[in-house]
Structure formats: C-alpha cells, structure tokens
C-alpha cells in the first residue's frame, strides 16, 4: 500500500523533493537499478497533467533510498489547475511499487 503525501506547489516556482524509501526495519532501499515516475493527473477524468521521470533526468534514485525530483519552474508556471492527484511509481524488471499518492494545489501566481 502506497504512503500518502501531500503537495502545494506555487506556480512559477521550482518543486524540488527529496523523498526516501525505507523498509520495514527503517532501512534504505537501494532505488539506484529502479526507474521513477511522478504523475499529476485530473481525478475526475484522469487526464496526465504532468509527467516527469528518471529517463529525463528529472527524478534521481540512489543506493541510499533517495528519490530526488524537480518539477521546473517553467513546468509549474504552466499549471492550470487548483487541484490534483499525483502518485510516484517505482519499477525494476516487471516489478512496479506505487510508493507514494496524494493530492496536489496548485497555488496560482
């Protein structure tokens, strides 16, 4: 079952969050061999909002457990909505974790 997690974002401003994935004993997970997607999508037609990634560069994974994203600048000043859900996905091979979930606002310049 995914953690909930909650964001504001201020459009035109960068979104940087670091999260960390530890295991029952509160050990890290070695995340670094995974690839990661956090995706905002409207909840009542889940239409994609925004999508950004590890492939782009956008999301980094660590041995440590780290998940590491930014969301530009120019990503969320181009933000429309006031709000959303988001969830962040882990995949290795054919193993796929939705690790968090949750809301997002969007606080308009």
Do not use: C
């Not at 091979?93 to 969007?106: A, C, F, Y």
């Amino acid at each position: 079952m995914p953690g909930t997690y909650d964001l504001t974002i201020k459009q035109g401003d960068s979104l940087v969050r670091t999260f960390k994935w530890l295991d029952v004993n509160k050990v890290p997970v070695d995340v670094s061999a995974y690839s990661a997607l956090f995706h905002i999508y409207n909840p009542s037609t889940l239409a994609t909002i925004l999508d950004i990634s590890s492939t782009t560069g956008a999301i980094t994974l660590s041995a440590a457990g780290e998940i590491a994203m930014t969301i530009t600048a120019v990503q969320t000043a181009a933000l429309t909505f006031d709000f959303a859900r988001f969830y962040l996905r882990l995949t290795t091979g054919t193993t796929v974790k939705r690790l968090l979930e949750g809301w997002v606002t969007n606080v308009r310049s």
